[in-house]
């Protein structure tokens, strides 16, 4: 107990008798200040009634007034609710003022600065450079047009490359042929069965495939990057080529067709070449012997109409 006294009495020395009222503040903080400061007071007094063993019918006026206090704080929560934007504003203007001052005073102590040390600095106005001189004076008397112009100087004849150098354009079908045919390093030949499940290198490709897929392998293996899927004529190729490879080599020679275009287009069903034939037939037996000529020109004339077809 007198612990507790001692230290409220060290406290209320060490208050001022007034609290001063800020002009620019705002009121609800400090009416919300003293309501805590009031329950604060009214609070440890009946704790004190309490370790004395005295009731607290006693002190019912005291109970009465905390009640009332705690009632007000609890009034005044919706206010501070409602006021908290634009307390957040006022709080982010006077730190922005603050900062603004900060920066000023950063300011004014490096202009000091750079005050002194220009005290210091060399005069350009004094300083001469005789080479810069002299080459001025060369270019003023080089210069002799004065449309300036650079023309460069003429210390020795030069001539200019009249020829024109041919460049060399690689001819891939040349070189193919050379690498393939010619070359007589020894060639790994593909076996049945080498591209099953993409194990293998693709055999029925050309060249050109070939390269393609290989330099976009190493660029996503170096680059640890996937490129975008391929385009929808390129999928249809792929998948032309897995549907007619199978055991690692290609079947698609079982199911093509191999026609004559010519043959195709005088090509005529059996029915029109019967019906052809039976009128020759009966056209042949309605002639005489005499006109075996007429015949003739008549079936070479027929002849040359079909071959014409």
Known sequence: MDVVKSSLQA???ALPNE???LKDGVSLFSLKSELLLSYIEKLGFLMLAKLDNRSLEEFEPVVESLVRTR???EKIRPFENRMQYSINKLLQASERQQEVERLMENENVNEE?????????PNLDNITDSENESEDEEGASGD???????RPPRIHAVSMDSEKKQRY???????????????SLPQSLPSVGANLERRGRVIHADEKDLQRMRERTEYEESNYTRLPKLSKKELKKVRKTKKQDYGGEDWSILDRKFRDEGLDSRRLDLSSRAKKRSDMESDMSNVDVSGMGKVGDAFR????TLKRR
């Open 113 to 121: 600065d750079e005050t002194v040390k220009l005290q210091f600095k």
């Open 11 to 13: 406290a209320k020395e």
């Open 169 to 183: 354009r690689p001819n891939a079908v040349v070189d193919e042929f050379v690498s393939s045919d010619l070359s």
């Open 144 to 150: 002799k047009n004065g449309d300036g112009v650079y």
């Open 71 to 73: 009632l007000e704080m």
């Open 19 to 21: 609290i001063p009222s």
């Open 301 to 304: 004339k027929r002849r040359k």
